[in-house]
């Protein structure tokens, strides 16, 4: 299937600031991609979409604790269409800011939102913004976010957050192990368990998770950049020529690869 068939919407609202960095790299892709402002959200159905992506950046300057307001419109002006979008497996993504948004929404984790956030993204441990390289290994490859990688394997994307410190209870962390809903654990460049250490976890999430699904694995949030990671130019180390493609297109990769096989 032609992937120019596929649209995406991304949302943004004031302090919203990787929005077009996330519409390129979906272009890049082929996806019919559309930039929309909270403020005229009403005009627009989100059933017209394929994929809603939620950037990063700092919404409504992470007054009261970052995507805490944003997350709150969310819920409040589209929970009825989210609860659709969601129903029909279609797909959703929250980068950084946007990972906070769906946890504050009750998006993530729970099947359905939910009146009440279960996890946390919190200050970070080192009491400061980070922004710098990480190493991802893939716990689940079976998303749609995840097709193109393989179990295990390492991937090297950026951070930029203040509040990434993954939190949860002993109950709900043990639900996630149990149902595959961690896709992303921040490790060594080697590949193995980074157990906390810092800057390889850089901001302290429990059980070294930089992003999760909910059950049925159509909603992804994540605090790395895959959009930051796209080009080949992006990358902060090499020669003569830039390598081709960065680690974070494969995200998008996985999209298309889902697309194309589940959408008539």
Not at 42 to 59: N, T
Not at 110 to 130: C, F, M, Q, R
Not at 206 to 229: F, K, T, V, W
Not at 236 to 252: S, T, Y
Request: with cysteine.
């Amino acid at each position: 299937m032609d992937a120019g068939k596929f649209r995406a919407i991304v949302l943004r609202t004031g302090g919203t600031n990787c929005d077009l960095e996330t519409k390129i790299a979906l272009e890049e892709m082929g996806v019919k991609t559309e930039i929309v402002h909270m403020n005229k959200i009403e005009s627009k159905s989100l059933l017209d979409y394929h994929l809603i992506v939620f950037p990063g950046g700092f919404s409504y300057g992470d007054y009261v604790r970052a995507g805490a307001v944003w997350g709150k419109r969310v819920f409040t002006r589209l929970r009825e269409q989210l609860e659709k979008f969601i129903d029909e497996g279609r797909l959703m993504l929250g980068i950084c800011n946007g990972f906070q948004v769906l946890v504050e929404a009750g998006v993530l984790p729970g099947d359905g939102i939910g009146e009440t956030p279960l996890v946390a993204l919190a200050t970070n441990s080192s009491a400061k913004y980070e922004c710098r390289w990480v190493w991802l290994r893939v716990e689940n490859n079976r998303t749609p976010f995840t097709l193109a990688m393989e179990k295990g394997e390492v991937l090297k994307i950026p951070i930029g957050h203040a509040e990434g410190r993954f939190l949860t209870d002993e109950k709900t962390l043990e639900k996630l192990k149990e149902g595959s809903q961690i896709v992303f654990k921040y490790v060594l460049p080697n590949g193995e368990d980074a157990n906390g250490l810092y800057p390889y976890n850089p901001n302290g999430s429990l059980y070294d998770i930089a992003g999760i699904c909910n059950r049925n694995g159509n909603i992804m949030g994540m605090m790395p950049h895959p959009e930051r990671a796209f080009f080949g130019w992006q990358l902060p180390e090499w020669g003569e020529a830039p390598p081709e493609r960065g680690d974070g297109r494969k995200v998008f990769e996985s999209v298309i690869e889902y697309l194309e096989n589940n959408i008539s």
